[in-house]
């Protein structure tokens, strides 16, 4: 089958190596995929990439990893498939090349959003307000009243909510709109919650070498469940403000408080840990030409969730001001680029997972 | 150190388990392998399954295969050209190599998908053979076992029946390192063309060796030439037809064809040559690597037709195809003539007529025709028409050297050596005269390793 570029074309090479061999069988959800098909669609290949979790077990475990003749490299060669899959079924159409350019585009938005809200607070308050909000009752609220908050955050939600829909259906329409029902999206999300495919078959991932010694899965957990925490502390807020009528700021022992702290430690913990394992990490595992865009995810997560950890220990000083600009710079921009760059993974991922768990269960069901 | 307890030739299974088993007795342990870092174990890099007796199913056997079902195995294989006592010494510490291996961090898993067939009497490394490789080498440089990669063993210095030192061939030149203890698990000579030309002539050349380069017997043959006796010949080796497309070295598992059953092999005259229904997996696969070595050129061809294509384990080159017989001839550069006649005539001498069952003997075959096909025959008539080029692939050479049950060499006088112990394909003669049974390469590297470990530090102490 011909492809549409040189790295779908290699996944389509190794595809039918790895099919002939099946040594990685039992590592990961990948091999037992592939196993189900003798030749791959664009749609397919990529369906395998985002199966891929890039625990870098069959890398160390081929026969015919480089500089064997073979050349069999399957997570690097996944990694750059699932790269450019982001790109190639985002929405719309002209935002595609802010993939490869998502570094920058990053730095250049959080720069702008936060001098903006900056502005914007010493333009629609009074003068010095930016250093004194602290000691107003509404506190952040003095610079920036409730319903300009709502709407502005809102508005930029729901397009990205709009944006990652459309992407996550173009993918799922190129894998084949697979005929799942409610149990493998039970099996999916317990799947993707416990990250089963990030532990090399059992042994553990590997990072820098050959040791199975990598801590990713951890720092993921720290990650995933911090930004999980945090928008449930953003969504009881909202029930508190609208159900209750029981406005912010809330003590720190509030609900919605207790879970932004402890989302923020996540999201702090977490990040840290991911960037110094990226480091460390061989690069012939990864991809090509998009480092911006994964170091930028990972900075995205650490500054929201360090801006806002901050917010909650220095809310009552002369910094409440420029903290909150540079947390909601940070929440904004984060919202605006999450259907242009690796935030789509996780959805990405829990679909693949879940059309895996739909593609095991027919071809395990007893044939009539 | 000037003197190590235990000196190890060989990276492979049958070395690591030697290796590991004295270190865990308290010697020092070094060893020396030949391949650089990537390319360390040779060929047990390329597994994936061993043979091991067992009684019960486990989480990852279906079922119980026990000693004896195991020894009767082997005689089958081998027609009875065996070491009795010691195979049967071998069946029975296998039961125990099953927990051992595990224990020095190796991971099994069930069978893997084509090769059901063996999932009651083999044991799947999870990850395969490199998987299985890296866990031991990560057990043994946990426990302290000095590796050192590019050191090949060339020559040994042996007083009587005794080791002393050994001379080794490094990047910086050639060193002498002395041992009280030597185990030689440097694998087969397979990867040495003129060696294999002593047994088979000029044949060997066009011989493709399945895996590492770096088996070329170096050391089998300074042991021999040192005063150790000798086990087999040079002919005798596991050779199966493989992908004429491969590479000459380490082309691995996935150049393997088992689709014979379903078509009909002709050789460069476009002639049948042999009886593709003879018998099921796996001896019908162990027998054509040996067959096509006897026809001119060492080359043959299966040959099959669109309703088969997807019957058995994909593997890396596809099939050679086209719309007509003729046409395939001509891709072939077989004469098409010949070829449209054989197929006609084997299409005409087919009887037939049952369900045709690839996994065991079916009863479809032909009549009349030299040499029968007497199962699997079915006509080869629907477009498009495939064929794979195939040749003899060598998996390893059974000549090396005779040893006795506790795994020591055996010298020219018939006495045991002292302080040396081999393991492994340089010794597999001894349990293998002839034929192979799956999985048991792993069994005789693991029993005979282990043992030679253990007695290379009992030696010392
Ligand atoms: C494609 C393929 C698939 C196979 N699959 C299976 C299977 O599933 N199950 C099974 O049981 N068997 C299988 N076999 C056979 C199996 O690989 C061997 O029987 C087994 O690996 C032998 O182990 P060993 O340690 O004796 O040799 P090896 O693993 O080959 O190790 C020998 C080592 O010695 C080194 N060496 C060579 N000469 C010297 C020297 N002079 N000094 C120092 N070092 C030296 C080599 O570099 C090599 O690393 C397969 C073989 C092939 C080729
Ligand atoms: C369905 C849910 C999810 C799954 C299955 C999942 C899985 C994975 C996997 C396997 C990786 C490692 C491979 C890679 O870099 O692509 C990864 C990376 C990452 N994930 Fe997730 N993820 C999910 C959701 C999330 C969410 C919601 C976040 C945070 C908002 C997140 C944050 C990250 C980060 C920051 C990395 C980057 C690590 C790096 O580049 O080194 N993930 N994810
Ligand atoms: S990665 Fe290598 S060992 Fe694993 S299935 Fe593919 S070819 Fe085989
Ligand atoms: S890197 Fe890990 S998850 Fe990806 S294919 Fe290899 S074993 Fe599977």
Redesign the interface.
Known sequence: MSHSTPALTEADRLMTVCNSCRYCEGLCAVFPAMELKRSFSDGDLNHLANLCHNCGACYHDCQFTPPHEFAVNVPGTLAQVRAESYAHYAWPKAARPLFARHGTALAIGMTLVTALFILGFVAANEPGALLTAHLDDARFYALLPHEAMVALFGAAFLWMLLAVFMGARAFWRDTGTPQTELRDHTQATLDAARLRYLDGGGMGCFNEDDQPTDRRRLWHHFTFYGFLLCLGATSLATVYHYVFGWEAPYTWHSGPALLGIAGGIGLVIGPLGLLSAKRARMQELGAVGFRGMEVGFILMLLITGASGLALRVLGETALLGPLLALHLGAVLTFFLSMPYGKFVHGLYRYLALSRHARDMRVALAPKR | MAVWDVLVAGGGNAALCAAIAARRAGRSVLVLEKAPK?YRGGNT??T?NMRCAHDTATGTLTGPYTGDEFMEDLLRVTSGNTDEALSRMMIDRSYEMLDWIQQQGV?F??S???TLSLGRTNS????????ML??LY?TAEGLGVEIRYEHEVTEVEIDGPSFRAATVTTPAGPTRIEARSLVAASGGFQADIDWLKQGWGDRAENFLIRGTPYNKGSLTRALIDSGVRQIGDATQCHAVAIDARA?QF?G???TRLDCVVFGIVVNKHAKRFYDEGEDIWPKRYAIWGRLVADQPDQIAWILFDAPNL?KF????FPPIEAGSIAELAEKLSLDPAQLVETVETFNASVVGGRPFNHVEPDGNRTEGLTPEKSNWAQRIETAPFYAYPVRPGITFTYLGVRVDDRARMVMQDGQPAENMFAAGEIMAGNVLGQGYAAGIGMTIGAVFGRLAGQGAAAHVS
């Open positions: 990537f890099r390329h994936r991971r898993q069930p893997l998908g084509g799947f490394f999870l990850g395969g053979g490199r998987s890296n866990a990560r590479p380490d691995g598992i996935i997807e384990m994909p593997s890396l």
